[in-house]
């Protein structure tokens, strides 16, 4: 299957850099997010003022260059989210990604070319970026393998940046095997990983899902609970998960504010109604409005340290709806990040490693995905779980 299928790459001449002839990833294809340099070219960040006001990239980012010598080769850049700001999918300027396992829904964003060219076969692995669920909900919504690792494992050397605290390099794959060798690759050299003795089901993330997710799901609890030696169902957030989704949507939005303050005053760029809009208001936050939030992020994130040594992962939706149809209104689309989220948010202020797993969906073949969130460092642990489950998981079409 082409591209014209999808519409998963960027625009323009075909991209192309040759992997090392032997390693890990000898043979395979990738393709990598438009916020990643790829030398010699302009890194365009999903908008076109972006692309103007910048210069060629002098060297492949951290993660490009990690996949090459493994052997990779790439094959183009992906359509991203305006400057990464987006859950859903939608380029107004460089076109939207047609999502292979359901086309007349979106893909999800802001990574959305990355996914929807390994769900379309373009390429067998591709990278993607995490800040508020960039990879996750792209990766359920178009029923892949995908991780937002622990924060600051993957070094993010070579890639636009938006919320400093909480920017990851993710990645998406078909397959379990793929998934745990491309995180061998990209993770570097570490100890072994801890073996999860308990399996916490956060029963108040499932009840924020809707009835068609709750229902995909459901089937598969009992075959995911059996691996496990322990298993406790808990409320994660007393407080409520809105409160959590909150903190984080303001944290993130004054670092990306002050990311991209300078450029905005020295270019007046063109934007998205729904870009200019986050842009605007994020303008408006100071350091005064985010201390609480700050306190709070610091309070969560030794709160969910503490449940899961033992080590316990967490289980949760990984988004609480299906991808949204593709003329969703720009009301609808406000309404479903904000729903969106309220799960993501989870990992996001607490900096832990999430992996989506393509193991449900609907009647009519709408993927679904489960998450797992595991201890801080323990992304090794959620590969090899990955791998233990692909045995129940649904297959998806090459």
Known sequence: MTDTAYGAFVPGPAVQAAGAVTGPLAGLSFAAKDLFDVAGLVTGCGNPDWARTHGPAEHHAWAVQRLLDAGATLRGRTITDEISLGLLGRNQFQGTPVNPRAPARLPGGSSSGSAAAVAGGLVTVALGTDSGGSVRVPSSFTGLYGIRPTHGLIPVDGMMTQSPSFDTVGFFTRTADVFQTVGEVLFGEDTLPATPVRLLVATDAFATADAAVSEALRPIMPSLRSIFPHCADITLAAEGLTVWREHQRRLQMIEFAATFRKWIDETNPRFSFEVGRSLALAALLTEADVAAD????????????????????????TVPILPPLRDISLAAMAEAGGRIVTLTCIAGLTGLPQINLPIAETPDGIPVGLSLIGWRGGDRALLSLAATLSAIAPRVPA
């Open 294 to 317: 700050r306190i709070f992020r610091g309070e969560v994130r030794s709160r969910i340290d503490g449940l899961l040594d033992g080590p316990s992962v967490l289980c949760l939706p």
